[in-house]
């Protein structure tokens, strides 16, 4: 029986742990090299190499888009302008409307299209990390994954359905931490950051630790998550719902996004500054 066959675009911290899972499990994964970095093709070093996206278009039974949202229907013209003829996840964090332009693009090319979005880490260990699926072929993919560190769940909804979940999730824990630089910046800025922190360890002692986590884990990947919380913003409006702290959240990110793939975490006064760059311009 021939190895299933999956094309990944593209293999970065995320993608490159699902290429890793459905390798482990006897499925052949391949990634298109044209263009891409040294970083990239050193994540990619468990996955098949092919040079162009058309090779992997043809030769792929299902092709997964981990890519930042931003790129993620450019991404999906691409593979379509390839005919392909398979079933195409796209399991970026979009937002509904986008996930559902992407299936008409993809289904007008005469392939088959699942939402999906991811909720955690890249997957390692068990327990960690959940991938949501909506559309017919859902069932197909998850079973791909069954038995490994990924626990996916098919939702019993139209397309649509796990990019807003997805949203809802994002809104929360992207957005708060969003808050919580913008909270910290205002505090050092205005001299009052270590009375701040003492008031949190007496009755917001959680809060210190999330900030703390905040600085960690979203500054170095604040660009990626600008385009995520504008999405999240036009879900909100879609919905006819307020989705100012959405927009806020990305400006906090935009902000930050100089700092993509910093070898170290900056100081918290030069992430402040930083944050508060439209002051400092007046």
């Known amino acids: 029986m021939a190895r299933m066959t999956i094309g990944l675009l593209h293999p970065g911290e995320m993608g490159s742990a699902l290429g890793a899972l459905l390798t482990q499990r006897g499925v052949r994964v391949l990634w298109a090299s044209a263009g891409r970095s040294a970083a990239t093709r050193s994540r990619a070093a468990t996955l098949e190499e092919v040079r162009t996206l058309r090779e992997l278009v043809q030769a792929s039974e299902f ?10 229907l450019d991404m999906a013209q691409q593979v379509a302008t390839d005919r392909f003829a398979g079933a195409y996840a796209d399991l970026n964090a979009i937002s509904p409307e986008t996930a559902r332009a992407i ?18 880490p890249p997957p390692t260990t068990p327990g960690t990390t959940r991938l949501y699926l909506a559309g017919p072929e859902a069932g197909r993919l998850a079973s791909l994954f069954q038995g490994s560190a990924l626990e996916v769940i098919v939702l019993d909804g139209p397309i649509g359905a ?47 630790s999330r900030g703390d986590k905040a600085l960690g884990s979203s500054t170095r990947k604040a660009w990626r998550f600008v385009g995520e919380m504008e999405e999240n913003a036009a879900t909100f409006v879609a919905a006819g719902l307020p989705s100012g702290f959405s927009a806020a959240a990305a400006e906090v990110y935009r902000r930050l996004a100089g700092y993509k793939d910093a070898t170290a975490l900056p100081p918290v006064a030069e992430i402040a500054a930083a944050l508060a760059k439209e002051k400092q311009g007046n």
Do not use: M, N
Not at 63 to 72: D, N, Q
Not at 170 to 188: D, M, N, P, S
């Open 63 to 72: 092709i997964l888009s981990v890519c930042p949202p931003h790129a993620a």
């Open 103 to 120: 299936g008409r693009v993809i289904e007008g090319a005469g392939a088959r299209f699942i939402d999906g979005g991811i909720v955690g």
């Open 162 to 208: 796990a990019s807003t979940l997805k949203v809802a999730y994002a809104a929360y824990t992207k957005g708060t931490a969003a808050l919580l630089l913008a909270i910290r910046a205002l505090a050092i800025r205005e001299g009052v950051d270590a009375a701040l922190r003492q008031e949190w360890a007496r009755s917001l002692p959680e809060l210190a």
